[in-house]
């Protein structure tokens, strides 16, 4: 039985079109390791410097993807001397910039109001995937296209509504007596770590993932290499610390939080970020986020001991509700889309004289040549 779940597992990673079922399972996981992640922290009580933490969680993040990629690809694909520009922007983008100014902002406004802009990345992706021609613009005549607006915004006001019934306190103590400004600052990094993890999952539909690209099937070693350059731009910004040796000695209490960071946070749920934006709309990818504060209130609850209040429940409703209504309008687009194919390629056969009208009406008849070029074409 451990193999046969092993060989279903695999069929689904080298499937190139796998179940929507398992993409969707893949997107729940990665909000999960996301959102279990602050709270490993709060409970193991890691002290470390956040730069010099988030170094060492990107650089060792990058043997472990290595081997994940010659396990699982069965080679080790090096990038050309003109793909380094595009992952070197990914790693800058992706890791760095999203790792250093979420840590930033936290520092300035506090984790509650850093759960609160995390709201914003299915927002900022639904708008940089039409300005950059990345996705179609939906038909605003159907049904799925509005389901699916109304879906991000409810999923992520129910994910804002938990967090704000729950209570969120901004530190404006400062002995400079420059709180506002602190604050302030804070929120611009937070709209700069939220864009930045938009722009990631992207540029990489854009760059990576279309039909031409020699990446298209290559998940892990798109997050291998994206992650080596994420880690060379921390190790750089950590040069600010090299004459604070002591900075760079983990406690013992931060080795917990760092594994977990390591194995889940970074090489599982990156991985699955780049291997579900391989198989659906980034939109659809970055709609899943507001599942992420639920994931933390409750793991809260049950770890450290936080309790739920009664409005919260009424925030993870409306998330859910909202998921079920991306999700229902993603599959509706779907099923437009191959209905809208297959016109197009009834309507070509139709017109080529190549053909004899016997053969026509076979291939009339028979669906495969409407989708098999299919599940591409996004």
Known sequence: ???????????????????????????????????????????????????????YRDTLAFPVLLLCALVAERQLKIPKLKEIPVFALLGIVGMFGNQLLYILGVYHVGPNIASVFQQLIPIWGSILAVLTCTEKT????????WCKLIGILVAAGGAVQMLLTGGVVINRSNNDGHSESYTLLGYVFHFGNTLCMALYILLQKKFLFMKESPWANLP????????????????????????QRD???????????LVFAILVTSALCFLLITWSNQH??????????????PVT???????????????????????????????????????????????????????????????????????????????NDQ
């Open 1 to 55: 039985m451990r193999s046969l779940g092993l060989y279903r597992v695999r069929v689904c990673w080298n499937n190139p079109v796998p179940p929507t079922w398992s993409v969707i399972l893949a997107l729940l996981v990665v909000q999960t390791g996301f959102g279990l992640f602050p709270v490993i922290v709060k409970k193991f009580n890691a002290s470390a410097n956040p730069l010099i933490f988030s170094f």
């Open 297 to 375: 209130i409750v793991s809260a609850y049950l770890i450290t001991g936080d309790k739920l209040k009664p409005l919260q429940y009424i925030g993870a409703v409306l998330i859910i509700v909202g998921l079920c209504l991306v999700v229902w309008s993603n599959h509706q687009e779907e099923k437009y889309k191959k209905s809208k194919n297959k016109i197009g390629d009834q309507a070509e056969i139709m017109d080529d004289p190549s053909i004899d009208d016997s053969e026509k009406g076979k291939l009339l008849n028979s669906d495969s040549y409407a989708i098999q070029d299919y599940p």
């Open 220 to 243: 892990v070693s798109v997050t291998m290499w994206c992650y080596l350059f994420g880690s060379i731009s921390m190790g750089l910004a950590s040069i600010y610390y090299c004459t």
């Open 280 to 293: 659906l709309q980034s939109t659809i990818v970055t709609a899943f986020w507001p599942f992420q504060v």
């Open 247 to 257: 900075v760079f000695v983990l406690p013992v209490q931060a080795a917990y939080s």
């Open 138 to 145: 939906p038909p605003a005549n159907k049904l799925f296209t």
